[in-house]
């Protein structure tokens, strides 16, 4: 039988090198490049290995701009057998009530789907809201913080890792399971699946005629979240300073010493 | 093994600046061309200075000037002596300019965007890990285990140049062979660039400093001029670092950054990027025995196809022009049949005949020379303090003679220093 999987992967800036605009407090994105959401590699990854084991399809869909293509290109060379990407102008500058709404609704078109599998989190907003937000609009049990996952009749059986304990859920199908970050090593591209994607650009595109959902409830019409404020945080210049000695309790004493010199307060 | 759908003329390695000048010119002769890149795009794993030679490059893309990415054109020439906060330089201003500079990603995205342009299929993210060969000819490339074959490959895998390390037709590379390069990208207002620097808009300024610049290491600091960035960077020769060095580079970048009198030329300055990079030093010393084999072309970084001047490098017009050669022959050698090593040698002829090997030999002499340490500690120190005794003037003043004879007491004699001079002199 197989399962039938759907990733969802989100294009983000690389945080890694995003500069935050001193006035404004929001990200400089421009100029700076995009990647696939790291987290969601760990989800891809995961649903490969059970398309592996298990049989079945892996879908990953992605609500984004036109740009995005690259990030499910990327995914695609990982071997997924299928991508979508939905994009439509009116999709823009949705949270994630929007979003998860947007998605939810596209997934519901892919039915019948067995399994959701999402990263836990994104590294541009970390509010780790869609896997939970996609799993409540669609009216199936989710869970967070999945190392891994195994198939037996008919029910997902979730391992997730606590800070003394590994707890193992069993959710029936369809359900969602939100991964853990670094769970395991996503796999590198495979030449031939890119080559292909090249060559057959089989990346499906989905607008909002394809979904026809009400503006009210999508991009930033739908969306009721408003950011009140933003304060960057000072940048500290580095000081360049290095204990020369070889004592370690000196080493030690000298470092608190300088932090108490900076503003530390030892309470 | 699996076998890849469709077939291709030629597969190359590398999507920098080698590589996708001859994804495009094969593109253009009706070649079916597929650009295998490591990085995440074409260009990401590029690094240099800062400035190119357009010249070659006008010569393989026809409408370069109109739509390349290019920064400012270099009016100003700028080399500098400098010990402690104090310099010494000489500085060349022109209203003509042969040479821009540019962001190295942007410009290789470009190449790589009109080969595309041209029909070549560029893919990303996937690394190369050997060649495919079939009776000791090469018939194309594997990754991960996937063959993709085709009746040519050039190799533009740069620098470090793993695949024809482990086809045997390099030895490993040596740190003699090699520098490795640190920069520092620095956002700064454009006006506060042209007003600094005493440019006009679009005008650019290349300047190279030797001295106590890098750290007491062999080799030289950089700094060049874009739209709204400066671009400061250094280059230490990688065996001669190896032994001595005290502290990480990009400390030692970043100490001559923070002091005088870069921290005043900077200032406001904001540090946006950063990276390094080997870079060939060696020229036709490290390139491979055979530029070719049977099935195989060797372009860019991994031919070794760098000039280092010391006054200026020239990496990327070689490295694209050396692809455009190699696309050359293989133009030629299709239309006699086969790729057999015969039909591929007029590829050697090419570059003889070409700038790039012509240039590399007549400045062969040069890359021994850069790397004794007088020239990068002692001479400098003399110059300077001659500078000083000449142009700090209380009450008296010396000749320059006198003041050359005081400078090199206990450091050298007036006639090796003569005599250094003018063979640096011949070797330039």
Redesign the interface.
């Known amino acids: 039988m197989g399962l039938n999987m759907i990733v969802a992967v989100k294009w983000v800036p690389n945080t890694q090198i995003v500069n935050i605009d001193p006035t404004t407090g929001t990200l400089i994105r421009e100029g700076i490049p995009s990647i696939v959401n790291p987290h969601d590699l760990n989800a891809v990854e995961l649903a490969l290995r059970l398309k592996e084991k298990y049989g079945g399809t892996v879908t990953a869909i992605s609500m984004a701009p036109p740009a995005a293509r690259a990030g499910l290109e990327f995914i695609m060379g990982m071997g997924v057998d299928r991508a979508i990407l939905i994009t439509d102008k009116v999709f823009a500058g949705a949270d994630t009530l929007a979003t998860s709404y947007t998605l939810a609704k596209a997934i519901e078109k892919l039915k019948p789907y067995d399994l959701l599998i999402f990263g836990h989190e994104t590294i541009d907003s970390s509010t780790a809201h869609i896997g939970a937000q996609v799993a409540s609009w669609l009216k199936i049990p989710y869970i967070y913080y999945v190392i891994d996952t195994e198939y037996r009749d008919g029910y997902i059986f979730a391992k997730r890792r606590l800070e003394k304990k590994i707890e193992i859920y069993k959710l029936p199908i369809p359900c969602l399971i939100a991964v853990a970050m670094r769970s395991n090593e996503p796999r590198p591209i495979k030449l031939e699946y890119k080559l292909r994607v090249k060559l057959e650009n089989p990346l499906e595109v989905w607008t909002n005629n394809e979904l026809q959902l009400s503006r009210a409830c999508i991009g930033l019409r739908g969306s009721p979240t408003r950011v009140e404020k933003a304060v960057p945080t000072p940048t500290i210049p580095r000081k360049k300073m290095k204990y020369e000695g070889q004592d370690v309790k000196e080493a030690v004493k000298w470092l608190v010493d300088k932090l108490l010199e900076e503003g530390l307060k030892i309470i | 093994m ?1 076998n ?3 077939k291709f003329d030629v597969v190359v390695v590398g999507a920098g600046p080698a590589g996708s000048s001859a994804a495009y010119t094969l593109s253009k002769n009706g070649f079916k061309v ?1 650009v ?1 890149e490591r990085g ?2 074409a260009g ?1 794993k590029n690094l240099y200075g800062g400035r190119v030679y357009s010249k070659p490059l006008e010569e393989i893309y026809p409408e370069f000037k109109r739509e390349a990415p290019i920064e400012r054109w270099v009016k100003r020439e700028r080399f500098s002596m400098m010990v402690g906060g104090e310099l010494l330089t000489l500085e060349y201003y022109s209203r003509n300019s042969t040479s821009f500079t540019a962001y190295l990603s942007r410009l290789a995205g470009w190449m790589a965007q009109k080969a595309e342009e041209a029909g070549a ?7 190369v890990d050997d060649l495919y060969t079939e009776d000791g000819i090469v018939k194309g490339i594997v ?2 285990g ?1 063959v ?1 074959k085709a009746d040519v490959v050039v190799d533009a895998e740069g620098v470090n140049r793993l695949i024809l390390e482990r086809h045997g037709l390099v030895p490993k590379l040596l740190p003699r062979q090699v520098a490795l390069g640190v920069k520092e990208t620095i956002r700064l207002d454009k006006q506060k660039i042209e007003d600094r620097f005493g440019l006009l808009p679009e005008e650019g300024l290349a300047w190279f400093i030797i001295g106590n610049v890098t750290g007491g290491l062999p080799g030289g600091a950089f700094l060049y001029t874009n739209t709204t960035t400066v671009s400061l960077g250094m280059v230490v020769f990688l065996e001669e670092a190896c032994k001595k060095v005290q502290k990480h580079v990009f ?1 030692i970048l ?1 100490d001559l950054r923070t002091s005088q009198p870069f921290s005043d030329i900077l200032k406001d300055g904001v540090l ?2 950063y990276g390094a990079h080997l870079t060939p030093e060696a020229g036709l010393d490290m390139a491979p025995k055979k530029l070719y084999t049977d099935g195989l072309l060797v372009v860019g970084d991994a031919a070794g196809f760098l000039l280092n001047l010391g006054y200026t490098v020239r990496g990327v017009d070689f490295a694209a022009y050396s692809g455009y050669l190699a696309a050359k022959t293989i133009i030629k050698a299709h239309s006699e049949g086969n790729f057999k090593a015969e039909n591929l040698s007029v590829y050697q002829k090419l570059l003889e005949e070409s700038f790039i090997i012509r240039e590399l030999r007549r400045h062969r002499k040069i890359a021994k020379l850069l790397r004794s340490s007088e020239l990068f500690t002692t001479y400098p120190e003399i110059f300077v303090d001659v500078a000083r005794k000449l142009f700090n003037i209380e009450y008296t003043s010396p000749t320059l003679l006198q003041s050359i004879r005081e400078s090199i007491k206990g450091k050298t004699s007036l006639l090796s220093l003569i005599v250094k001079m003018l063979s640096l002199v011949r070797a330039l």
């Open positions: 699996l890849i759908v469709g597929v295998i995440r795009t990401s299929i560029i893919v990303t993210d996937v690394r990754s991960g996937d993709l400390d970043e946006v990027e």
